[in-house]
């Protein structure tokens, strides 16, 4: 598999540093709100490539941390009357409810900031040692001159953004770019003792603490949103890399944002969606689709137009499914010959995601599939060719993790009306037969009768 490495710019052959196994760290949410789509994009995105490698082979440890502690949660806290961890503690089971939603799998370790505060100081302690970071009446700054890589991440030029940085005025720093790996406490913030003083940990300090605790010095694969590229996975490149004289990681993956009707999303803009309200109105599986319907790298327009097309092709998927078990409910003795086609679609599949992650064109290969399938039983079939097709069809839409929640199928009360139309005409009672398909219509579903009986698609 070939990834494009932010890092040298390039796509190069993805290479585990432990023969088997990749650990994977990936930049998680602040948790002061429901988290918004922008969010969910790097989540689906990581989350999917977690899938793809563990579908070809792979074991994958996979860190997702919370930062609970930093100005927005100590702002959001004190505007509620709460506390900052009574705050952490609700939006970290908003986070698993829209996750659970959008089928995104837990992390194997979602660590926290504020249950991390040792390693945090442990390291912040190292780099003091070593001369890489200096206290300033009781804050910590990371010494940026110290690191002669600072800047290689993000292709900066340290002295253009010292110029960019004279907006900070703590003129006591001894250089613009120096930023805070432990802050002193302030009157109404929650604090933690430490060699400096009683204070907390600035943001970046915590991915580096926590990634080098779960996955080692040198991980394989840190991921993030573009816009996280700097200055946060700068300064985790500088702090880790100065600590241990060891790659902080091999591969360096960030997505590309979300554009909201083709505008910059913002909360100035009144374009801000959460993932909460986004799935009032459409379903979790077709945003999932939508997301991956790009490459991750590319940016992608979020328009109601757009989840609309995506509702519609899930309902494809959907529908081919539900064609592919009537088949096996009501076979018939006519082979047909499907397994060229899972295989062409399982190659295409693989072709299209060893290629950087390319969803767009493995969701392109699986509606071509479908299609497939669709014309090959046209005619029905015998059961298990259906269940051969099916098979492949849900192996690669779960590596996606778009495939449907068990109530997504067709409901059973569903079912039962459909039944009870059949019963309806063979009684000849057609005002019943043309009521229960209205009340069937009226909820979204169409009865098409054919030779092997009667065909429910949603419609
Ligand atoms: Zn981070």
């Known amino acids: 598999?070939?990834?494009?490495?932010?890092?040298?710019?390039?796509?190069?052959?993805?290479?585990?540093?432990?023969?088997?196994?990749?650990?994977?760290?990936?930049?998680?949410?602040?948790?002061y709100n429901y988290f918004h789509i922008g969010n969910a994009r790097p989540f689906i995105v990581f989350d999917t490539l977690r899938r793809y490698l563990e579908y070809r082979g792979y074991k994958v440890k996979f860190v997702q941390n919370f930062t609970d502690v930093d100005d927005k949660m100590i702002r959001v806290a004190n505007e509620e009357g709460i506390t900052v961890g009574e705050l952490g503690d609700r939006y970290i089971e908003e986070y698993f409810k829209?996750?659970?939603a959008l089928n995104i799998r837990p992390a194997t370790v979602h660590p926290k900031a504020t249950e991390h505060i040792g390693d945090i100081i442990a390291l912040v302690k190292k780099l003091v040692d070593t001369g890489h970071a200096y206290e300033l009446h009781g804050d910590v700054y990371f010494d940026t001159q110290s690191f002669p890589g600072y800047g290689k991440l993000s292709g900066q030029d340290i002295s253009e953004l010292e110029m960019g940085a004279r907006i900070d005025i703590n003129e006591e720093k001894k250089n613009p770019m120096d930023f805070a790996l432990w802050k002193a406490k302030k009157e109404g913030e929650p604090a933690w003792d430490s060699p400096w003083g009683p204070g907390r940990p600035g943001w970046h300090?915590?991915?580096?603490?926590?990634?080098?605790?779960?996955?080692?010095?040198t991980l394989d694969i840190h991921g993030g949103g573009q816009d996280l590229k700097f200055p946060h996975h700068e300064n985790e490149i500088a702090q880790s890399e100065a600590a241990t004289g060891k790659p902080f990681a091999n591969y360096w993956m960030h997505n590309g944002y979300i554009n909201i009707d083709n505008k910059k999303m913002s909360k100035s803009e009144g374009n801000f969606f959460t993932v909460r309200d986004i799935l009032k109105e459409f379903r979790g599986p077709a945003v999932r689709l939508f997301m991956l319907s790009a490459h991750y790298r590319n940016p992608i327009n979020f328009s109601r137009e757009l989840l609309t097309q995506s509702e519609t092709a899930y309902d494809r998927i959907l529908n081919c499914r539900e064609n592919l078990?009537?088949?096996?409910?009501?076979?018939?003795?006519?082979?047909?010959?499907?397994?060229?086609?899972?295989?062409?679609?399982?190659?295409?599949?693989n072709a299209a995601m060893d290629d950087d992650l390319n969803t767009a064109d493995a969701i392109g290969g699986i509606f071509e599939y479908i299609k497939e399938v669709n014309t090959l039983f046209e005619n029905g079939g015998r059961a298990e060719?259906?269940?051969?097709?099916?098979?492949?069809?849900?192996?690669?839409?779960?590596?996606?993790?778009?495939?449907?929640e068990a109530d997504e199928s067709i409901p059973e009360d569903v079912k039962?009306?459909?039944e009870e139309r059949q019963a309806a005409r063979a009684q000849k009672n057609w005002a019943e037969a043309d009521r229960l398909r209205d009340e069937l219509k009226a909820r979204g579903y169409e009865l098409k009768d054919t030779p092997d009986g009667v065909k429910i698609n949603k419609i």
């Not at 932010?6 to 602040?30: D, R, V, W």
């Not at 580096?208 to 605790?213: E, L």
């Not at 003795?333 to 086609?341: C, F, K, M």
């Open 98 to 100: 829209d996750a659970q």
């Open 325 to 349: 078990k009537f088949i096996m409910e009501h076979p018939k003795d006519e082979p047909v010959d499907i397994a060229p086609a899972v295989t062409s679609a399982g190659e295409k599949f």
């Open 385 to 404: 060719d259906a269940k051969a097709a099916l098979a492949e069809l849900d192996t690669l839409m779960d590596v996606l993790g778009i495939l449907p």
């Open 205 to 217: 300090i915590e991915c580096s603490a926590m990634s080098m605790k779960y996955l080692g010095d």
């Open 1 to 31: 598999m070939k990834i494009y490495n932010s890092m040298t710019g390039q796509k190069e052959e993805l290479n585990p540093l432990h023969p088997g196994q990749f650990n994977i760290y990936a930049c998680g949410p602040t948790v």
């Open 416 to 418: 039962k009306m459909a």
